[in-house]
């Protein structure tokens, strides 16, 4: 089965700074790479998913990569806010499978 | 827009009990899971579930678990007799389409606490 992997577990950033995420998997059949957001206590929700046909996908502050053939796909959030303080956990699945999780990365933004 | 609805969000449970947890997908959604997620870990997949069967499960899923959709709209998850470690966050989740990858979208989870 699918095993992602997620670095770092924490990430402590000054307001305005870039944060990156970074994570790996290990199936080369997986092409499809969700990232949730999940708030304290909240649902983990969706803020950007990018599929293997592209290298690269972007919306406003965030943005994501991958590299196939290096199976790994970073999250990039630029000009950080306090509200993105927040457990970031990346996904990976293959067509007709589930999504598997890598541990989350716990975000802290700083004023 | 449309939500996944988790009733009830928390759910106290003597060990022993069977504790049943409900999840209303999103309407025209065909894909359905529940994922567990223990105090600060992350998100584990329990069960998908399509066409009125299950299509996939993990190992957590055990003799214990149950999910059924007993009409249109519901989507439960049965947990027969209910074990310390079972306290947990469990997460129902649905999707269009699961072989073109169709986003998931959660629900916001059910606390259960085992005592």
């Known amino acids: 089965g699918e095993n992602v992997e997620q670095h770092p577990s924490t990430l402590s950033v000054q307001e305005g700074d870039s944060a990156v995420i970074k994570c790996t998997y290990s199936?080369?059949?997986?092409?499809?790479f969700p990232w949730y957001k999940q708030e304290l206590g909240k649902r983990p929700q969706l803020i950007i998913d990018?599929?293997?046909?592209?290298g690269e996908k972007k919306d406003q502050r965030i943005a994501v990569t991958l590299n196939k053939t290096a199976k790994h796909f970073s999250l990039h959030i630029t000009e950080t806010q306090p509200e993105d303080s927040a457990v970031y956990f990346c996904a990976a699945s293959y067509p007709g499978s589930t999504l598997t999780f890598g541990k989350g990365t716990m975000l802290l933004v700083s004023p | 827009e449309p939500e996944v609805t988790q009733t009830p969000s928390h759910q106290v449970t003597q060990m022993g009990q069977e504790v049943i947890l409900r999840c209303v997908p999103i309407s025209n959604h065909l894909y359905f899971y529940w994922y567990r997620q223990i105090l600060g870990q992350k998100v584990e997949f329990l069960v998908s579930?399509?066409?009125?069967?299950?299509?996939?499960k993990s190992e957590i899923f055990d003799d214990q678990f149950s999910v059924e959709r007993p009409d249109g709209s519901n989507f439960t998850l049965k947990i027969r007799s209910t074990k310390l470690e079972d306290s947990a966050m469990y997460f129902c989740a649905s999707n269009l389409d699961q072989g073109n990858n169709q986003p998931q979208h959660f629900g916001d989870g059910t606390r259960l606490s085992i005592l």
């Open positions: 579930f399509y066409n009125n069967e299950i299509s996939e």
């Open positions: 990018i599929r293997s046909n592209v």
């Open positions: 199936d080369s059949a997986s092409n499809y």
